[in-house]
């Protein structure tokens, strides 16, 4: 049976490749402020992207909510928790790479993608704290354990390293990105102990060597568990853009050269 969407949408050249709803900040009762996770993170990010001069509500892309019908579209009743239609309703999109960079083992997506040769996981995480889930690591392509309290130097030496190899064993059409910020210095959660410029650092060095090969990257900002995170993701957001790699309209780059685009262009 087939079923109809409307979450595709034409995004205009004048809009930039970020998506954000205001419902992306869960409130209740005032209840959100005891919880470790800052649950309007998001759009203090927005806020200040706005603050800095680099974004108004006119150049974001308004998220959409999924509908029944619109799930019904790429899963099944029985299992609504698979992302496989990248592969069935994005065109040229054949092989793709998840490079899971948050403090936590990625076990949804490895169960999820397990045993499909099309998408390769890499994931750096600390090897101590949840989920340790030994079934799915069966899924993961490439596997960075971390101790306790791993520092800058050593994190950003393993995460360059792998990620080369990971786009020499396999060149893909896509990556997905997930840049989780539990990673940062005194999250309890997390466990390591990368400090903010660490952070920004990591995003830029995963945007230099993805967008190097021309391969279009869909960064994801995920955990993070102190208030300070918000203003870290908004500060790596404008470096990316102060060096070139993300932006509506950027010239072609070169693992040095960070000139590119976040996204490839449209296909007529």
Do not use: C
């Not at 698979?82 to 069935?88: D, P, Q, R, S, T």
């Not at 899971?100 to 090897?127: S, T, W």
């Not at 340790?132 to 596997?143: L, P, V």
């Not at 840049?179 to 230099?208: H, M, Q, Y």
């Amino acid at each position: 049976m087939l079923h109809t969407t409307q979450l595709y949408q034409h995004v205009p050249e004048t809009r930039w490749p970020i998506v954000y709803s205001p419902r992306y900040n869960i409130t209740f009762m005032g209840l959100e402020k005891l919880h470790p996770f800052d649950a309007g993170k998001w759009g203090k990010v927005i806020n200040f992207l706005k603050e800095e001069k680099l974004l108004s509500d006119s150049m974001l892309v308004e998220a959409r909510e999924a509908s029944e019908e619109d799930l019904l579209v790429v899963h099944t009743r029985r299992y609504l928790n698979e992302l496989k239609f990248l592969f069935e309703r994005v065109e040229g999109i054949s092989r793709a790479t998840i490079i899971d960079l948050d403090a936590h083992q990625g076990n949804g997506h490895e169960r999820d993608f397990m045993g499909d040769k099309r998408v390769y996981i890499m994931d750096v995480y600390n090897r101590h704290i949840y989920p340790g889930d030994r079934f799915a690591k069966q899924a993961i392509r490439r596997k960075v354990e971390l101790e306790w309290g791993t520092e800058d130097d050593e994190y950003l030496d393993k995460v360059e390293r792998n990620i080369e190899k990971s786009l020499q064993e396999h060149l893909p059409d896509v990556v997905v990105y997930n840049a989780g910020t539990d990673i940062l210095e005194g999250d309890r959660l997390g466990g390591l102990s990368i400090s903010p410029a660490g952070i920004v650092k990591r995003d830029e060095l995963v945007f230099r060597m993805v967008r190097g090969r021309q391969v279009p990257i869909l960064m994801v900002t995920s955990g993070g568990y102190q208030k300070r995170t918000a203003r870290i993701i908004a500060d790596s957001i404008l470096n990316l853009f102060g060096l070139g790699l993300i932006g509506p309209e950027s010239p072609s780059v070169s693992a040095q050269n960070s000139d590119t685009p976040l996204l490839p262009p449209a296909v007529p």
